[in-house]
DNA sequence: TTGAGGAAATGGTCAAACCAATTGACAAGC
DNA sequence: GCTTGTCAATTGGTTTGACCATTTCCTCAA
């Protein structure tokens, strides 16, 4: 009984893996152009199907783009953001997901990227926070409320300067500002949003990332509290 | 000058997002057989070099898995954890993401996983997280107890019973493993860290989130101190 | 019953065109 | 000189038809 056969690896594969490997390693650097699909044939022995299957991997992985026309062709690119988004929002649908689970993840997130924020901010940082949160203590319509909080939030995450984190971050907040959340943002909560992100604000600007932890995991839990008091826990996206 | 210009669909595309929004929306269930390239062919009204593309496009995004051979066929699939690891692979290579930022980002998730576990956990992740807490303080060996300790973590993350958390922690968790950190293991080390674990393995027993937070959260912070005064900063996977 | 061999179904590959979009070059007209 | 229009060149997109490779099913003979 044959339990491990040798996977054989089609020719499409080998080109697909040959130039990814290429690319990540920066041999091909971001923005270059590849050769042309017809190039490509005589270079590797393969057929021009086998040559434009390859690349439309790339492509679907997010290691090329297309463009058409003369002076078209395959430019190369540093995979971004938009991979790790595309994966999780497939990720999301496809396991069905609830929306508390993702409220949860982004509350497990925020603690430490505040943390981090304190730890690793910039000037340029401070003055994006502090116009965010400027902003959001300005705003009546609850809808642009929770659009310029979760701006504050996410200006909060780039502040980390942890890529990864704010990677996934940027691929699962915007999935938060779901309108059937969007109704809770009274006068009083809103004001209550204002403090408690002015005083994690504080202790970011003052660099004590214990502090803006601690401050920012208080309002996380209050904000659920809130939330799970209006909300049926059964909603689903 | 033309600023927008509607972006024209390929008809590869249109036949891949068609299938695809099938395969996430349940229609096309996980394990079903999709129709094989000739019968698409005749579907679509496209070639089959076209219909070829737009699979070849699903199965980068680990929507469907190609069998050879009679009875073969492209089978659905759920988008699960692998795309996400795959993607964030890409990323933190692309973007020639450091060691310690990976490291951090593991230390910013480790508490909050401690809490969901605490809240979430059921007799069996008890069962295993006692199996893999009761291994580890057995070992002798600095690698296996390195790989025992890695699992202990993973059992707990787990434990949270947060699809996304998992997703992102088994994505992240086994680049920590690499062989340039594999030697902060001596033997007055792994005391502390079966010690540490043991405390926050009592208190998700205990069913007491915050506990199990704060504990972790502790033992991560120390962790950190160790491996600084050991690694130098400029570690880069 | 079992084994061997061939038929059938399915994806993998190749080849040669031609279509579509974009750009460059160049000439005509202002 | 500058603009504008036309045509050619380049590159990806698509089609068609054929054949190969792999796997499974089916039949028939030992």
Redesign the interface.
């Given at each position: 009984m044959d339990t491990e056969v040798t996977r054989v690896e089609k020719g499409?594969e080998t080109l697909a893996a040959l130039l990814r490997e290429q690319?990540?390693r920066g041999d091909i650097p971001a923005g270059d152009i590849l050769p042309n699909e017809r190039d490509l044939v005589s270079q590797f022995g393969l057929s021009r199907?086998s040559v434009?299957?390859a690349l439309?991997?790339l492509?679907?992985?997010?290691?090329v783009s297309t463009r058409l026309g003369r002076n078209g062709g395959r430019v190369a690119l540093?995979?971004?953001?938009e991979?790790?988004r595309?994966?999780?929002e497939?990720?999301?649908?496809?396991?069905r997901?609830a929306f508390p689970?993702?409220m949860?993840?982004v509350?497990?997130?925020e603690?430490?990227?505040a943390?981090?924020a304190a730890e690793h901010r910039d000037d340029d940082d401070l003055a994006s926070l502090h116009a965010c949160g400027a902003r959001l203590s300005r705003i009546s319509n609850a809808k642009a409320f929770l659009a310029a909080n979760a701006r504050w939030h996410r200006t909060m995450a780039h502040a980390s300067h942890?890529?990864?984190?704010i990677?996934?971050y940027d691929s699962?907040g915007p999935r938060l500002l779901d309108p059937r959340v969007a109704g809770f943002a009274s006068a009083d909560v809103r004001a209550a949003v204002v403090h408690a992100i002015g005083r994690v604000e504080e202790a970011i600007i003052a660099g004590e990332p214990e502090t803006a932890r601690r401050r920012m995991q208080r309002h996380v839990q209050a904000y659920r509290r809130l939330v799970e008091s209006v909300a049926p826990k059964t909603v689903r996206l």
């Open positions: 499409f690319i990540l199907g434009r299957e439309r991997v492509e679907a992985q997010g290691l540093q995979p971004g953001t991979m790790v595309d994966s999780l497939m990720f999301i649908r496809g396991q997901v689970v993702l949860e993840t509350e497990a997130l603690p430490s990227l943390a981090l942890n890529a990864i984190l990677a996934i699962l």
